[in-house]
């Protein structure tokens, strides 16, 4: 398995910005699609954000021209960078690891968004 660690996330106004970060524990990563979803307080869990081994990235329509994901293979680390956060961004935010035979999430971290 990997593990991955979270963090940056936390309480913000709107209009602010949070930088969220995972680190994976093996170099996997360089050969894996790395992903940021977001679970919010009786919803599903959704894809924010993706960037494949390439670094070409997709977006939720919700938060396009407002994020930025961005991966170091050299660190094994992927950033979710959040620009004008607004309140219904406010979730608990998970980093997801895909490749072959091998699916691995974060345990997590909130990000609260006060209006």
């Known amino acids: 398995q990997v593990q991955l660690v979270e963090s940056g996330g936390g309480l913000v106004q709107a209009g602010g910005s949070l930088r969220l970060s995972c680190a994976a524990s093996?170099?996997?990563?360089?050969?894996?699609?790395m992903g940021w979803y977001r679970q919010a307080p009786g919803k599903q869990r959704e894809l924010v954000a993706s960037?494949?081994?390439?670094?070409?990235?997709n977006y939720a329509d919700s938060v396009k021209g407002r994020f930025t994901i961005s991966r170091d293979n050299a660190k094994n680390t992927v950033v979710l960078q959040m620009n004008s956060l607004k309140p219904e961004d406010t979730a608990v935010y998970y980093c997801?690891?895909?490749?072959?035979?091998?699916?691995?999430w974060g345990q997590g971290t909130q990000v609260t968004v006060s209006s």
């Open positions: 960037i494949t081994t390439s670094g070409t990235s």
């Open positions: 093996k170099s996997i990563f360089r050969f894996s699609v």
């Open positions: 997801n690891l895909n490749t072959v035979g091998l699916n691995s």
